[in-house]
């Protein structure tokens, strides 16, 4: 399956709602009224793509249409979206030396454990070895969880015991790859809310504990983001950010949501790449994000849009 299908694939909720309420606005009203733009814009927003994106969509749908009468908003859409996500992340960064050191972040439920094994997965398919760290000592299963991707992915993992120091386990495993000259160290933390202060405190530690070894370190800070909490995630990730200067983001379940557009929203406001998304629950269904091909499986209309 193409990359470009596994987009498809995975938007289809939010595809397939975006592209049914548009059809049947533009079907009843073919100029564009100003109930329907006023429609059109609801629907945007139902999505969670934004106010903003949503209010400057319909502006640029409303000015073709007074120049040609009727006007296709599909691709309208696409070139407005895939011009406000810019161009494709180049990936994860890679330190000057060994290891590169990736902590992933975010609340419970989001999907990072899982996250974590996955792009471990991805960085042994590019070639790299990677070593797997468990510092939620926290959520009962964690580290069994953890475990049991890593002999699935193929890699080892660094843990200690359940109510252990989650920065002295992170300082350990970054001393261990160090040692076995291994290419990443990808950190699971403690799934936390971004409103406790104390946990917060608890990563900042992590990230101190980590520059005693490596000044640098870590090199990226992944926020793991749930799509289906939709605005909410936003909150999340301005929390995240003014905490941990979040490097770039993971939006995870985007095959089960119809408010794909929150990715815009988040991409949009806080100026952070998202890196990679989560389009189902195989361990290659972690993809790096192209937001040409996120443009076009969001707003193609079914039978009218294909990839070349």
Not at 243 to 254: A, E, H, R, S, Y
Request: proline letters at 3%; glycine letters at 8%; charged letters at 25%.
């Amino acid at each position: 399956m193409s990359l470009f299908q596994k987009f498809r694939d995975g938007l289809r909720k939010t595809q397939e709602r975006l592209a049914g309420e548009i059809k049947r606005i533009v079907t009843r009203a073919p100029k564009l009224d100003a109930d329907s733009l006023e429609e059109l814009e609801a629907t945007l927003i139902s999505t969670d793509i934004g106010v903003d994106t949503a209010i400057r969509i319909v502006e640029l749908t409303k000015e073709a249409a007074k120049q040609s009468g009727q006007v296709d908003v599909f691709p309208i859409a696409r070139a407005e979206i895939e011009r406000e996500l810019g161009v494709a992340s180049p990936g994860l960064v890679k330190a000057a030396q060994a290891p590169t050191v990736v902590l992933l972040a975010g609340v419970n439920g989001t999907g990072k454990t899982t996250s974590t094994a996955k792009l471990a997965h991805l960085l042994k398919e590019q070639g790299n070895e990677v070593l797997l760290a468990a510092c939620d000592t926290f959520r009962a299963a964690a580290i069994e969880q953890l475990k049991i991707w890593g002999q699935r992915v193929g890699c080892e993992v660094i843990a200690g015991q359940y109510g252990a120091d989650s920065a002295a386990i992170a300082y350990d495993a970054l001393e261990a790859a160090m040692k076995r000259k291994v290419d990443y160290l990808l950190i699971d933390t403690a799934g936390r809310l971004h409103t406790k202060k104390n946990l917060m405190e608890e990563m900042k530690k992590m990230h101190r504990s980590l520059q005693k070894k490596v000044p640098t370190a870590p090199h990226e800070v992944l926020l793991v983001l749930d799509s289906t909490t939709g605005t909410n995630a936003l909150n999340q990730a301005r929390e995240f950010h003014q905490v941990l200067g979040v490097t770039g983001l993971i939006v995870t379940k985007l095959d089960g949501t119809a408010k794909g557009g929150i990715v815009v929203a988040i991409a949009r406001e806080l100026n952070i790449p998202v890196k990679f998304i989560g389009l189902g629950e195989r361990v290659d269904d972690l993809q790096p994000f192209d937001p040409k091909q996120f443009a076009e499986a969001l707003f193609g209309d079914n039978s009218e849009t294909r990839h070349s």
